[in-house]
C-alpha cells in the first residue's frame, strides 16, 4: 500500500507512541532503557524489510574498514538495510587522489557488497566544498580550467558507475544556514551556475540514475530550506534534470526536533521532486542518561513520520548504524552515542521507535 493512503493511520498511531515516549522519559524510566526491547533477529523484521512493505527503502551509510575488519558489523550492514552509501570512498579525494589517477576499488567493494545483498546504492557525493584532493584546493586554477576539471570528474565518475548507482548526491551543501549560497571554490570560480551544470552533466552520464541535491538544517521550514526550495523551483522551471532533495537528519537531542519537516517536505513534494533522510544521526552529551535515549528515539521518530507521511520519500538512511564507529564524537567534542545501535551492535529505543513506526505505516499483522 502506498504511504500516501497511510498518512492518517500513521500519524494517529505514531502520535500516541509519542506520547508513550515522552511518558516513559518523564516518569522513572527502567534501568537500561536504550536497551529495552532486543533487536529483531527475523529477516522479516529488519528495517529494511518492515520499509520494503511501505515502500520505502530503509539504508546505512557504511564505513569501509569496519566492513572488511568486523565480522558482525559487516553481517548487520549485509542483513538490516535495504540500501548502502558510502562514507567517504566515493568523495573526491578517495576517488582522484592524483589529478587524472583513479581509486575506484573501495566504492567498488561496496557496489559488490550491495548487489550481493540485493542493495540499492546510493552514490555520495560528486560536488562538494569539503574533501577535496590536495591538488585541487592548492591548484591555481582559471575558472575554464576548474569548470573543465568538474565536467570530467562528474563524466568520469558516474561513468564508472554507471548503472550501479541508484540516486546520486550530486551537489551537496549548497547553502549556509542565513539561505545566501555557500562561498566555495566552486561558487567563488564559477558562479552560481555549477549546480544546474552539474546536474546537467551527470544525467548525461547516467540518464537512468536519481540526481540529488543534499543538505542539513533543512529538515523544517526555515531560511536555509526555503532558499533551497527556492532554488530548486528554478531549476526545475529550467528543465534542469534534477529528481529530488536530499535532508540529511543530522540531529541533537539538546535541540527541539523539526516537528514541522513533513510540510517542508510537502512543499518540495508538491513541486514534482522526490524527497529522502539522507544521513540520519542524533547525538547526546556523553555520557547519556535514559532520558536522552528517549529523546534520540523521539527525534528518529519525528524523521521517518515526516518521510512517511510524504507521498514521494523514497528512502530514509541512517549516517552509520552503531555507535561503535560514529563520526560523532571526532567531530562534536564531548558528543556521540547517535546511531540506533549500540557500540555492542544491541538495539536502542530509537531503532525501536522506527521499527514500530514502519509496522504502523504498514497495518499490523
Known amino acids: 500500500m502506498r504511504k500516501a493512503t497511510q498518512a492518517a493511520a500513521v500519524g494517529t498511531a505514531a502520535a500516541a507512541l509519542l506520547v508513550s515516549t515522552f511518558t516513559v522519559a518523564a516518569s522513572a524510566a527502567p534501568e537500561n532503557a536504550a536497551h529495552h526491547t532486543k533487536p529483531k533477529s527475523d529477516a522479516a523484521n529488519t528495517l529494511g524489510a518492515l520499509g520494503k512493505r511501505v515502500d520505502l527503502r530503509i539504508g546505512t551509510a557504511v564505513d569501509?574498514?569496519?566492513?572488511?575488519?568486523?565480522?558482525?558489523?559487516?553481517?548487520?550492514?549485509?542483513?538490516?538495510?535495504?540500501?548502502?552509501?558510502?562514507?567517504?570512498?566515493?568523495?573526491?579525494?578517495?576517488?582522484?587522489p592524483q589529478r587524472g589517477t583513479y581509486n575506484w576499488a573501495p566504492a567498488d567493494e561496496l557496489v559488490d557488497f550491495a548487489k550481493e545483498n540485493g542493495q540499492l546504492v546510493r552514490g555520495h557525493t560528486l560536488v562538494w566544498h569539503s574533501q577535496l584532493p590536495a591538488w585541487l584546493n592548492n591548484g591555481d586554477f582559471t575558472a575554464d580550467e576548474l569548470r573543465e576539471i568538474l565536467h570530467q570528474h562528474i563524466i568520469d565518475q558516474v561513468t564508472h558507475?554507471?548503472?550501479?548507482?541508484w540516486q546520486w548526491d550530486v551537489v551537496n551543501e549548497a547553502f549556509n544556514d542565513d539561505g545566501t549560497m555557500r562561498d566555495s571554490i566552486w561558487l567563488q570560480k564559477l558562479g552560481p551556475g555549477y549546480i544546474a551544470d552539474a546536474f546537467r552533466w551527470a544525467h548525461q552520464a547516467d540518464p537512468k540514475a536519481k540526481l540529488?541535491?543534499?543538505?542539513?538544517?533543512?529538515?523544517?521550514?526555515?531560511?536555509?530550506?526555503?532558499?533551497l526550495y527556492n532554488l530548486v523551483a528554478q531549476l526545475r522551471k529550467q528543465h534542469v534534470p534534477i529528481d529530488g532533495v536530499g535532508i540529511q537528519g543530522h540531529l541533537d537531542v539538546q535541540y527541539n526536533a523539526p516537528h514541522d519537516i513533513a510540510a517542508n517536505m510537502k512543499r518540495f513534494d508538491d513541486l514534482g521532486l522526490e524527497t529522502a533522510i539522507t544521513e540520519a544521526d542524533v547525538r547526546i552529551p556523553m555520557p547519556a542518561d535514559n532520558t536522552e535515549f528517549e529523546a534520540q528515539a523521539e527525534a528518529y521518530d519525528v524523521l521517518l513520520r515526516g518521510c512517511l507521511l510524504t507521498e514521494h520519500c523514497t528512502d530514509f538512511t541512517v549516517w552509520g548504524f552503531t555507535d561503535k564507529y560514529s563520526w560523532v564524537p571526532g567531530v562534536f567534542t564531548g558528543e556521540g552515542a547517535a546511531n540506533v545501535l549500540d557500540e555492542n551492535f544491541k538495539a536502542k529505543a530509537a531503532y525501536n521507535a522506527m521499527s514500530e513506526d514502519l509496522k504502523l505505516a504498514a497495518g499490523r499483522d
Open 161 to 165: 558507475f554507471k548503472g550501479k548507482i
Open 212 to 227: 540529488f541535491i543534499n543538505d542539513y538544517n533543512i529538515e523544517g521550514v526555515n531560511a536555509k530550506s526555503t532558499a
Open 64 to 96: 569501509m574498514s569496519a566492513l572488511a575488519s568486523d565480522a558482525p558489523y559487516r553481517a548487520k550492514a549485509a542483513s538490516e538495510f535495504s540500501s548502502v552509501t558510502p562514507e567517504n570512498v566515493m568523495k573526491w579525494e578517495a576517488v582522484e
